[in-house]
T-cell receptor, first 108, second 113 residues
Framework: KNEVEQSPQNLTAQEGEFITINCSYSVGISALHWLQQHPGGGIVSLFMLSSGKKKHGRLIATINIQEKHSSLHITASHPRDSAVYICAALYNTDKLIFGTGTRLQVFP | EPEVTQTPSHQVTQMGQEVILRCVPISNHLYFYWYRQILGQKVEFLVSFYNNEISEKSEIFDDQFSVERPDGSNFTLKIRSTKLEDSAMYFC???????????FGPGTRLTVT
């Protein structure tokens, strides 16, 4: 069964802390998305990756195909990073299977 | 920067009524998707659409649901006879091809009373 598991479900941090959110999936993905969902509900795509590592500003996403695991890192976290972070896997079809999300709160 | 738009932002309807949710995908994109998110739950795939036909659909996408690309810009989701359990946020997304990043609209919150 194609599933996506995320951890932790909830995460609180002090401003400036380094954040890591984890995602694991079953075999056969063609790509993995990291998405950000704001309190109002809108979804923004952060990264799509199928191997290695991508960086955008303070965000870094990595994927390890052998271990079927991906991580999203936020360096120097800020209160405006507070959101739900979702990983979603593309399983050799054109539909995304979503994880349950990680709710991040960063306090000043 | 081009973006996916959705209308309305919020729709309230009575059980049994038909609703049409509208999306305008990014103009050079060829693949279109509908997802839904029931309050407090994860986002779920409903349907994907390419070349004027459904390419994949989930078990949720039963006979009550249909999609259409009525002209060159709009992509619609119709629910024929809404049920209370259809209350959710509905997201449209588009991509240039099936292996590329999907871009999401802001969502339509559907409330069925």
């Amino acid at each position: 069964k194609n599933e996506v598991e995320q951890s932790p479900q909830n995460l609180t941090a002090q401003e400036g802390e380094f954040i890591t959110i984890n995602c694991s999936y079953s075999v056969g993905i063609s790509a993995l998305h990291w998405l950000q969902q704001h309190p109002g509900g809108g979804i923004v795509s952060l990264f799509m990756l199928s191997s290695g590592k991508k960086k955008h500003g303070r965000l870094i996403a990595t994927i390890n195909i052998q271990e079927k695991h991906s991580s999203l890192h936020i360096t120097a976290s800020h209160p405006r990073d507070s959101a739900v972070y979702i990983c979603a896997a593309l399983y050799n079809t054109d539909k995304l299977i979503f994880g349950t999300g990680t709710r991040l709160q960063v306090f000043p | 920067e081009p973006e996916v738009t959705q209308t309305p932002s919020h729709q309230v309807t009575q059980m049994g009524q038909e609703v049409i949710l509208r999306c305008v995908p990014i103009s050079n994109h060829l693949y279109f998707y509908w997802y839904r998110q029931i309050l407090g739950q994860k986002v779920e795939f409903l349907v994907s659409f390419y070349n004027n036909e459904i390419s994949e659909k989930s078990e949720i996408f039963d006979d009550q649901f249909s999609v259409e690309r009525p002209d060159g810009s709009n992509f619609t989701l119709k629910i024929r006879s809404t049920k209370l359990e259809d209350s959710a946020m509905y997201f449209c997304a588009s991509s240039r091809d099936s292996s590329r990043e999907q871009y999401f609209g802001p969502g339509t919150r559907l409330t069925v009373t």
